[in-house]
């Protein structure tokens, strides 16, 4: 017998599964009871953890470390409900992951989207859609944020990372403020899938003029291509998602310049999300890490059927494969872009080539870029499977932790976090993408409070030492006299 779900259709649907999660809340003593022992540094309160991030990924951390009881607190330079890509950046009109995925919903049943979903336009509304609009996603994850009152301070940009030898790390602010520093025993970096360095802007653009092109991660207005030659280069999701916005802009024409003589047809990362890798990844042999991850960059993600069709649709489109660009130059007021197949004329380029991990050109990073181990600097893949973004990929302990270099190099480096996409050759994708964001965060979650509980150990067990609260009071039984006084009937 399935469950009535007709408060679901009900007009205040939405409040009543917020009564529902808030008692699911507390019938599972969540948050948990503080456990930490305060820390002070001058008289001045320390944070426990602070992220550096308010997106999908930055919630569910503040979220799992609440579940054991550990106060967060998340600073995102993004004004309030625009964190993350999906109103800013991001350009597809619906998610690529299927509806069905539970994500940061930490194992809620009322905290998933589709719960959220539901209540608000029913169940007919949810069978009948096929992915998630993107802008809904953005909606549910504001609710989300509110209903698990997670401290968000928004428009907060943290300008320096400095780890101390003191266990503690300290960040410069910038805030609506002013400036500001703080320190917290550990940090988490939930700064998305650019958030280790940026874009990667080829070579064969960057001397051109910067009102001529943009990285497809940029924001800007694209109606100002209408009427223009647009150039897109590459093939993958975000390819096909600037181009269709190009086009929908009014765009005259747009050229797809792909490197590849084909579409890759199959997303091999989507096969390899089973639980067994999800939970295990983290313990393969780096042989094995590497294998996995190299053959997924190497067979190349296929962007979505429906991006594409959103694409193909329009008739001033042209999909341009063996492509590779040989060379861009300015001819008058146009582009023109040289390639094996010919040469292309555009007023305006976009490069959808993806994001770079490099710590040293984020100012943030500047005083321990120097000193991050990346898998690069101790393991080398056999011949033939060299790979660069796999060999930048931090080199990540058990708690999502980074690892020196060199050792005592720059003590505390290990209280730095990264919960983010370049966590991938270390943990799996479990901190990046939306299938196992709730797997990763309990992870980190569980991994952040043995620390700190081996950290505290002596106040811990000095607070055991000192716990008094009596199980028994003493006049739950009468005790029995001595055996020689005790009266022995023979009858």
């Excluded at 350009?91 to 989207?113: I, Q, V, W, Y």
């Excluded at 341009?320 to 660009?325: L, T």
């Excluded at 050759?425 to 479990?430: E, R």
Aim: contains cysteine.
């Amino acid at each position: 017998m399935k469950p009535d779900p007709s408060f679901l259709s009900s007009p205040d649907g939405l409040a009543e599964l917020e009564r529902r999660l808030a008692k699911d809340l507390e019938w599972l003593g969540w948050p948990a009871r503080d456990w930490m022992p305060p820390c002070l540094h001058a008289g001045e309160a320390v944070l426990d953890v602070v992220i550096i991030g308010g997106g999908q990924a930055g919630l569910a951390a503040a979220v799992g470390l609440a579940q054991l009881g550990i106060r967060a607190v998340v600073f995102d330079r993004a004004s309030a409900g625009f964190e993350g890509p999906w109103a800013t950046t991001a350009r597809m009109e619906t998610l690529r992951s299927p509806k069905e995925l539970t994500g940061p919903a930490m194992g809620l049943p009322a905290l998933t989207f589709r719960a959220w979903f539901e209540a608000q336009f029913g169940l007919d509304a949810w069978t009948a859609m096929d992915k998630i609009p993107r802008l809904q996603w953005m909606d549910y994850l504001r609710w989300y944020r509110r209903v698990m009152a997670v401290d968000v301070r928004n428009d907060t940009q943290v300008v320096a990372i400095h780890p101390r030898a003191d266990a503690l790390v300290g960040l410069d602010l910038q805030t609506p403020d002013g400036a500001r520093s703080v320190l917290a025993r550990r940090v988490v970096l939930a700064t998305g899938r650019d958030g280790l360095g940026g874009p990667t802007v080829p070579a064969f653009v960057r001397g051109l003029p910067r009102g001529k092109w943009a990285h497809s991660s940029d924001e800007m207005d694209y109606d100002s291509l209408a009427g223009l030659r647009v150039g897109v280069i590459g093939a993958g999701s975000s390819s096909m998602d600037s181009a269709a916005t190009a086009l929908e802009a009014g765009a005259r024409s747009v050229d797809l310049l792909i490197r590849r003589d084909d579409l890759p047809r199959v997303n091999k990362g989507k096969g390899a999300g089973v639980p067994g890798l999800t939970q295990g990844h983290y313990d393969l042999p780096d042989e094995f890490k590497w294998r996995v991850r190299h053959y997924i960059n190497v067979a190349n993600v296929p962007p979505p059927r429906g991006s594409t069709q959103r694409v193909s649709s329009h008739a001033n489109v042209r999909f341009n494969f063996g492509c590779p660009i040989r060379g861009v130059e300015m001819v008058g007021d146009a582009l023109a872009i040289s390639t094996p197949r010919g040469d292309f004329e555009v007023d305006f380029l976009i490069v959808a080539t993806g994001f770079r991990i490099d710590w040293f050109s984020r100012p943030e990073f500047a005083a321990i870029a120097p000193h991050i181990r990346a898998w690069k600097d101790r393991f080398v893949p056999t011949p033939g499977n060299e790979d660069e973004e796999l060999a930048d990929s931090p080199d990540l302990g058990s708690a999502f932790e980074l690892q020196e270099k060199s050792t005592d190099a720059c003590p505390g480096l290990d209280r730095i976090h990264c919960f983010c996409y370049p966590a991938a050759l270390s943990h799996g994708t479990v901190s990046g993408d939306i299938p196992a964001i709730s797997d990763g965060a309990k992870r980190l979650a569980s991994g952040l409070a043995g620390l700190f509980y081996r950290e505290d150990f002596e106040q811990h067990f000095a607070n055991l030492e000192a716990y008094d609260e009596p199980e028994l009071l003493g006049d739950e039984w009468v005790p029995a006299p001595p055996p020689a006084a005790r009266t022995v009937s023979l009858v």
